[in-house]
Each structure stands twice: as structure tokens, then as C-alpha cells.
């Protein structure tokens, strides 16, 4: 997941998608890189991700 979070805002996407169906708090360095991304798509759901474990 780490490598698809890497690339292209459409491969990140996936990785979010991949990541809202783990619902592991292991995956929170990812959903934390995804509120710094340049995509305001990746930002927002990024941040409705991290809101769940809250």
C-alpha cells in the first residue's frame, strides 16, 4: 500500500480504498501523508478515514 501511495493520485485513491476496507489503525501513516497531498480528493478522504478511528 505504502508503493501505490507513492505514485499517481488515481493509484492513491486505490490505496484509500484498499486502506477504508482494512480498518486497521496500521494504517494511519498513510491516511496522515494523504492530508498533506496535493490532491484535495486524497486530502478529504484521507481525513473522513482518520475521523473513524476517532
Known sequence: MFK?????KED????????EKLDDKSILPILRRGLKDTSPEVVEISANLIRNFK
Open 4 to 8: 501505490l501511495f507513492q505514485s499517481h
Open 12 to 19: 492513491k485513491l486505490k490505496a484509500l480504498k484498499i486502506a
